[in-house]
């Protein structure tokens, strides 16, 4: 039998979750490709590690949301998928952006989901055919998160608090 080796290299098993403060946007790495393009990857942290999570309903609705959201706003997201934690997503960006240019765009985005005017209307990607879930979305708790989250205020730093 072949001896495994073993190797914790993922960079998130790193971070010490009991340091950070939620919520904040962190720049987790920027990486270069063979030809020279860029690729950043932010943690985007909603909540705090270990003391609580967004139901996944919620969390559903808030991912297919800010999907569209976010690409109305920046150019260039390649992905924004949740934690299996549940306290927040990973964002990967072509180019090289920061913390604060990225949150600023999170705080418009989580705004307008918080807004009267967002409705079951605007979550795209919600029918069987486009989601593999779709009966599990929450406008009401997208809503109600994305409030919490705003009052909470968004950082551009993990470990102190500066508030954007």
Same mark, same amino acid.
């Given at each position: 039998?072949?001896?495994?080796?073993?190797?914790?290299?993922?960079?998130?098993?790193?971070?010490?979750?009991?340091?950070?403060? @939620? *919520? +904040?946007?962190?720049?987790?790495?920027?990486?270069?490709? *063979?030809? =020279?393009?860029?690729?950043?990857?932010?943690?985007?942290?909603?909540?705090? *590690?270990?003391?609580?999570?967004?139901?996944?309903?919620?969390?559903?609705?808030?991912? %297919?949301?800010?999907?569209?959201?976010?690409?109305?706003?920046?150019?260039?997201?390649?992905?924004?998928? *949740?934690?299996?934690?549940?306290?927040?997503?990973?964002?990967?960006?072509? =180019?090289? %952006?920061?913390?604060?240019?990225?949150?600023?765009?999170?705080?418009?985005?989580?705004?307008?989901?918080?807004?009267? @005017?967002?409705?079951?209307?605007?979550?795209? =990607?919600? @029918?069987?055919?486009?989601?593999?879930? +779709?009966?599990?979305?929450?406008?009401?708790? @997208?809503?109600?998160?994305?409030?919490?989250?705003?009052?909470?205020?968004?950082?551009?730093?993990?470990?102190?608090?500066?508030?954007?």
């Amino acid at each position: 039998m072949a001896e495994t080796k073993k190797i914790n290299n993922v960079e998130s098993f790193q971070l010490d979750h009991t340091k950070v403060l @939620a *919520p +904040y946007v962190r720049l987790i790495n920027i990486e270069k490709g *063979p030809h =020279g393009d860029s690729i950043t990857n932010f943690d985007v942290r909603f909540v705090q *590690p270990n003391r609580n999570v967004i139901g996944m309903a919620a969390l559903h609705t808030i991912e %297919h949301s800010m999907a569209s959201l976010i690409r109305n706003r920046i150019d260039g997201m390649i992905d924004f998928s *949740p934690f299996g934690c549940q306290t927040g997503f990973h964002m990967i960006m072509w =180019g090289e %952006h920061s913390s604060a240019e990225i949150a600023q765009v999170i705080k418009a985005s989580l705004e307008e989901i918080a807004s009267d @005017a967002f409705d079951w209307e605007q979550v795209p =990607g919600v @029918a069987e055919k486009e989601c593999g879930n +779709y009966k599990n979305h929450s406008v009401f708790g @997208a809503k109600e998160w994305a409030k919490k989250i705003l009052a909470e205020g968004i950082s551009i730093d993990a470990f102190e608090r500066k508030v954007i």
